[in-house]
């Protein structure tokens, strides 16, 4: 069974930081692209991050990009997503999904559907 579970969500002030973990088991985890997405009350589902199979290599949407950091643990099986420099605009939902298939050293995550998910942990950012 594939599971992905997502940890570190909470309260935090702007400008604050935390830092998410995601831990998957059931999958042979080197091979698959990890992605962060997130979803706000009212808003659609959107792609913030995403850490390549092979490499590390990383992509940011526009919205985080200089704040958001990710980074994998391929012995353990975690990824982690640091987030510095908060601010309300970030509070959602936050989702890691897993998917197979992205060529070395590339990954996308806007309107790409990945394999697995897991269910969320929230974060909230208070002004």
């Known amino acids: 069974e594939v599971q992905l579970v997502e940890s570190g969500g909470g309260l935090v002030q702007a400008g604050g930081s935390l830092r998410l973990t995601c831990a998957a088991s059931?999958?042979?985890?080197?091979?698959?692209?990890i992605g962060w997405f997130r979803q706000a009350p009212g808003k659609e589902r959107e792609g913030v991050s995403c850490?390549?199979?092979?490499?590390?290599?990383?992509y940011y949407a526009d919205s985080v990009k200089g704040r958001f950091t990710s980074t994998r643990d391929n012995a353990t099986g975690t990824v982690y997503l640091r987030m510095n420099s908060l601010t309300p605009e970030d509070t959602a939902v936050y989702y890691c999904a897993a998917d197979l298939g992205w060529p070395a050293g590339y990954c996308l995550v806007d309107g790409y559907d990945y394999d697995y998910w897991g269910q969320g942990t929230q974060v909230t950012v208070s002004s």
């Open positions: 850490i390549s199979s092979s490499d590390g290599s990383t």
């Open positions: 059931g999958i042979t985890f080197d091979d698959y692209a």
